[in-house]
Nanobody, 115 residues
Framework: QVQLVESGGDLVQAGGSLRLSCAAS????????MGWYRRALGKQRDLVAI???????NYADSVKGRFTISRDNAKNTVYLQMNSLKTTDTAVYYC?????????WGQGTQVTVSS
């Protein structure tokens, strides 16, 4: 079983920035893709951004131009840089890894954007 541990969530004012990290217990090279998802209170967990092992990235329309997903294979870590944060970005953010039919989730990290 793959362990994914998110960190970096915090309380931040609107317009501010945060960087989330997802540390994997194994080489992220083994995954077909990794991604960030989020779930706001009372909402479905939705895609934020994904990155494939080829480096291709995709983003939800709501975060394009503000969020950037990246990876560091040597550190087995995927990042989500979040800029120009909005109150509507408030959610629990989850890391996800997929290889074939194998899906792994982290436990989530809370991001709260105020004012």
């Amino acid at each position: 079983q793959v362990q994914l541990v998110e960190s970096g969530g915090d309380l931040v004012q609107a317009g501010g920035s945060l960087r989330l990290s997802c540390a994997a217990s194994g080489s992220i090279f083994s995954f077909n893709y990794m991604g960030w998802y989020r779930r706001a209170l009372g909402k479905q967990r939705d895609l934020v951004a994904i990155i494939t092992n080829s480096g291709t990235t995709n983003y939800a329309d709501s975060v394009k131009g503000r969020f950037t997903i990246s990876r560091d294979n040597a550190k087995n870590t995927v990042y989500l840089q979040m800029n120009s944060l909005k109150t509507t970005d408030t959610a629990v953010y989850y890391c996800k890894a997929i290889t074939g039919n194998d899906i792994d989730w982290g436990q989530g990290t809370q991001v709260t954007v105020s004012s």
